[in-house]
């Protein structure tokens, strides 16, 4: 601690701090020496530059864990990843929000306290209503089908109707995930009865989260109808009895089942749930509130599908195919909506002024077309030639014998639980290094500043600019060329 070098660190970064670093480096020193992994060089070298070992140390014990990284992989909503990256608006209502105080609860008209939720639910309301379904034109600024043509709207309308739920009854919460979402809607709902819900979806999604579990902590009782392939309309409306509160469906977001199989399909279940005055409720996932169809994607429901046939309670996730920050939705109709809000349960699941600031920022871009402004839309939107583009450039400004560099066509995956079927087509940087195993190389990518996470297959590295920022191509290029010296 005497040493100057040493001694020079504690002004910036405390005393106790450089000694807890200085007392590692030498614990690790005196295990290195004990098992005989430096001989007399070596460690004459390491005593020299014990300084050097102390700063290094220190800047990872005070560095955050917590790192941005490049998405080289190709999947857009990678959970391990983080999911969604917000718009840089989402960001900037974020630190305006976080750097004072804000009208969290609070009523500027009258002064008095007020309710969070109604930052967002204003939005979502017009969303969810037929001028958030664009009905002026078949597609938007952006080329996204909200809700389709005006027929289409026309049609949602006159769904909800049947239904007996109005465009303006339609409400929607906020809680800290979907899985706390299917809780809170559980256990309000259904708490001491019984759920039915089709055997087909009793789905596990990461973590080992499984919709049994979740069922059973709302306090709700799980009713299994069908079998795993084929479950009918009449497997439900038979398991009905006076202790039924709700009725389940769950979107197979992660798997798909086909060949020999039957789903009841969600005008059949709409329709059963009226006839019997039971609720139903559909777990969505991911969530989307534009047409996938745009892009090439017809297999996933949409929250306007959902609640414009005619479904009670829709929960989803806020930061999939939405685009903004982790948060659980929960969209239905409003009588349905005050109960949850009023239950206890949703004071201890609900979020902080930051997520409604990101959540806010995001629901604003819907609403004025500006889906650009959202990274996973317009990432899920670049065609194949323009990511090809991208990647020829990028692998003209690296030169190296050792490097071979090629780029073929692949293909890039929502991720994220949303359609595991449906793939984007793209073009991607092929890496192999002489010396190096593709694993290898990936690790050297992975110890990169900024970390670039990758893909490996067929013995390459393989780069899928869909999901790296275009700012991020110049430190692709510096990290390829610096392991390629």
Do not use: W
């Not at 070596?42 to 102390?54: C, K, N, S, T």
């Amino acid at each position: 601690m005497r040493d100057p070098a040493v001694r020079a660190l504690t002004e910036s970064d405390g005393h106790d701090s450089v000694v807890d670093a200085a007392r590692v480096v030498l614990r690790r020193l005196r295990q290195e020496i004990t098992s005989g992994l430096l001989d007399e060089k070596a460690l004459e070298l390491a005593l020299l530059d014990l300084a050097g070992a102390v700063e290094n140390q220190l800047r990872q014990a005070l560095g955050y864990s917590l790192r941005s990284a490049i998405n080289a992989t190709g999947v857009i909503l990678h959970t391990n990843l983080g999911r969604a990256p917000l718009s840089d608006a989402a960001i900037e209502h974020i630190r305006e929000t976080a750097a004072s105080y804000s009208n969290l609860e609070f009523d500027l008209g009258a002064g008095t306290r007020g309710k969070r939720d109604v930052h967002v639910d204003r939005l979502f309301r017009k969303l969810l209503s037929n001028d958030g379904l664009g009905t002026g034109s078949s597609t938007d600024a952006g080329g996204l089908r909200p809700g389709g043509t005006a027929e289409a709207a026309v049609s949602a309308q006159a769904g909800i109707a049947r239904a007996g739920i109005t465009q303006a009854e339609i409400a929607t919460i906020v809680v800290n995930n979907n899985a706390a979402a299917v809780l809170l809607a559980l256990n309000t709902l259904a708490e001491g009865g019984e759920v039915i819900v089709s055997r087909g979806e009793l789905v596990e999604i990461g973590g080992s989260f499984r919709i049994p579990d979740v069922m059973a902590k709302s306090g709700a009782i799980l009713r299994e109808v069908g079998t795993t392939n084929r479950t009918r309309t009449a497997d439900y409306e038979a398991a009905i009895t006076e202790r039924t509160r709700l009725l389940l469906r769950v979107h197979r977001s992660n798997f798909e089942i086909t060949g020999f199989t039957e789903q009841a399909s969600t005008a059949e279940l709409v329709a059963l749930a009226r006839k019997r005055g039971i609720p139903l409720m559909e777990d969505l996932g991911s969530g989307a509130l534009f047409d996938l169809r745009s892009i090439g994607i017809g297999s996933e429901p949409g929250v306007l599908d959902s609640l414009h046939s005619g479904v009670d309670v829709v929960t989803y996730s806020g930061d999939k195919l939405l685009g903004g920050p982790q948060a659980g939705l929960i969209s239905g109709g409003s009588e349905l909506i005050a109960r949850m809000r009023s239950n206890s349960l949703f004071r201890a699941l609900r979020v902080d002024k930051l997520i409604y600031a990101a959540l806010e920022a995001t629901l604003l871009a819907y609403v004025r077309r500006d889906h650009d402004a959202i990274p996973t839309l317009r990432m899920m939107r670049l065609s194949k030639e323009a990511i090809g583009e991208r990647a020829e450039a990028l692998a003209r400004k690296v030169a190296s014998p050792k490097l071979k560099i090629e780029i073929v066509d692949g293909e890039s995956i929502l991720g994220g639980g949303a359609a595991p079927s449906s793939v984007l087509p793209t073009r991607v940087v092929a890496l192999s290094c002489e010396g190096l195993s593709a694993d290898e190389l990936a690790t050297r990518l992975r110890g990169s500043e900024p970390p670039i996470i990758a893909r490996v297959e067929e013995g390459r590295v393989l780069l899928d600019l869909r999901t790296v920022f275009p700012e991020q191509d110049a430190a692709v290029i510096d990290a390829i060329s610096r392991i390629a010296e």
